[in-house]
């Protein structure tokens, strides 16, 4: 037999492909399984996504533009010998998006926006570190925020961490998305379902999508060896949301109420998974 491209992947995970996909379910294309090496790239990657969050952690403060954090990402990602991602990403004009308060995602860094006493911001940052891709999330209390705020910050990590559980060998993508779902709602608030997580490494975004809704059993099998990232982002309101039309990318929540995103890179093992972004 000839050397294919796919050798690498162990005879045990094909079988359980072929034995899931014969059931009726949706299974991953074998090229969604990275290889070990390709693993070890996306986690030093992760090294840096996880180094540039620290640093904007232990930075931001009321007072602070969000210019200034955009500064602060791409300069210790070059310096790590590494690019910031988001940066003309289909024309995005900065190192990472910023999203205060109402807006969802896909903030927009700029020297007019300054964080205020009880403002809630989303620091999305994503690396490529010699061709690999990490992407990770995190959100940022500025002083204090009003108790039901605090609380939305909250289970929006709460969230990311009951997803990350769900996220097992044989187990299926609908389960991720049926706890963050399950989990939204016990509070009272809601999930976004326009963005999705997502596969990532050799991209910024690859297949397959993860859903942060719906059903246990459904969606496509989980198996070793995927990378993806989950990214649940929470509303205090309704679920829907708009796009600003003046720069084509701010996400904010219809009703203007805020919303709250954590996210982190995964990579799917043999008995769990591993956060890439910690
Ligand atoms: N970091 C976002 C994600 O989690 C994607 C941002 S695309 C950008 O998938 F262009 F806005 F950076
Ligand atoms: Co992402």
Redesign the pocket.
């Known amino acids: 037999m000839g050397k294919g491209k796919y050798d690498f992947i162990d005879k045990e995970i094909i079988e359980k492909i072929e034995y899931y996909k014969s059931r009726g379910h949706r299974v991953p294309k074998l090229s969604m399984i990275k290889t070990p090496e390709q693993i070890e790239g996306i986690r030093a990657s992760g090294v840096i996504n996880t180094g540039v969050l620290d640093l904007v952690a232990s930075e931001i403060h009321a007072g602070m533009t969000t210019l200034e954090i955009d500064k602060l990402v791409h300069d210790y990602t070059f310096d790590h010998g590494a690019v910031p991602a988001p940066l003309n990403y289909e024309g995005f004009p900065k190192s990472v998006c910023t999203s205060v308060n109402e807006v969802v995602c896909h903030g927009i860094p700029n020297e007019f926006e300054v964080l205020e006493e009880g403002d809630i911001i989303n620091v999305?940052v994503?690396t490529i570190y010699k061709g690999y891709y990490s992407?990770a999330?995190r959100m940022f209390v500025i002083g204090q925020a009003k108790p039901r705020v605090q609380k939305l910050v909250d289970v929006a990590r709460e969230a990311l961490k009951v997803g990350i559980q769900e996220a097992q060998p044989y187990a299926f993508l609908g389960n991720i998305g049926n706890a963050i779902e399950t989990l939204a709602r016990q509070h009272h608030f809601s999930v976004v379902t326009d963005f999705c997580?997502?596969g990532?490494g050799l991209e910024?975004?690859e297949e397959p999508e993860v859903e942060h809704v719906g059903t246990r059993g459904r969606g496509m099998l989980i198996v070793p060896g995927m990378v993806f990232?989950i990214?649940p982002m929470i509303n205090m309101g309704v679920p829907d949301v708009f796009i600003d039309e003046e720069d084509g990318w701010t996400v904010v929540t219809e009703d203007e109420k805020p919303s709250a995103q954590w996210?982190h890179?995964i990579a799917i093992t043999p008995d769990g998974n591993e956060i890439l972004t910690y």
């Open positions: 999305d994503s992407d999330s997580g997502h990532v910024f975004h990232t990214e996210e890179t």
